[in-house]
Nanobody, 114 residues
Framework: QVQLVESGGGLVQAGGSLRLSCAASRSIFSIYIIRWYRQAPGKQREFVATITSGGSTNYADSVKGRFTISRDNAKNTVYLQMNSLKPEDTAVYYC????????WGQGTQVTVSS
């Protein structure tokens, strides 16, 4: 079992920045793929960014060039640095860990005001 705890969400003006954190309950990054997803009100959950066990990263087109995913293996934490935020980035952001099983965090709210 893996527990994931997201933090770092909040209210920010358009153009601002936030850094989300996803803390895992144990060391998993050497084997798990970690992804960030988001879900806006009335919309389906969508992929945002991923980092593989080997450290490769990939992003949704909508956030490419603005968001950066990274990890600190010593802290069992994955980060999502979000810059140049837009109102359409408003959503609940979820951390996901995938290997043989699939684990989700509880989510953290990000609200971007115009």
């Amino acid at each position: 079992q893996v527990q994931l705890v997201e933090s770092g969400g909040g209210l920010v003006q358009a153009g601002g920045s936030l850094r989300l954190s996803c803390a895992a309950s144990r060391s998993i990054f050497s084997i798990y793929i970690i992804r960030w997803y988001r879900q806006a009100p009335g919309k389906q959950r969508e992929f945002v960014a991923t980092i593989t066990s080997g450290g490769s990263t990939n992003y949704a087109d909508s956030v490419k060039g603005r968001f950066t995913i990274s990890r600190d293996n010593a802290k069992n934490t994955v980060y999502l640095q979000m810059n140049s935020l837009k109102p359409e980035d408003t959503a609940v952001y979820y951390c996901n860990a995938l290997h043989e099983e699939n684990f989700w965090g509880q989510g953290t709210q990000v609200t971007v005001s115009s």
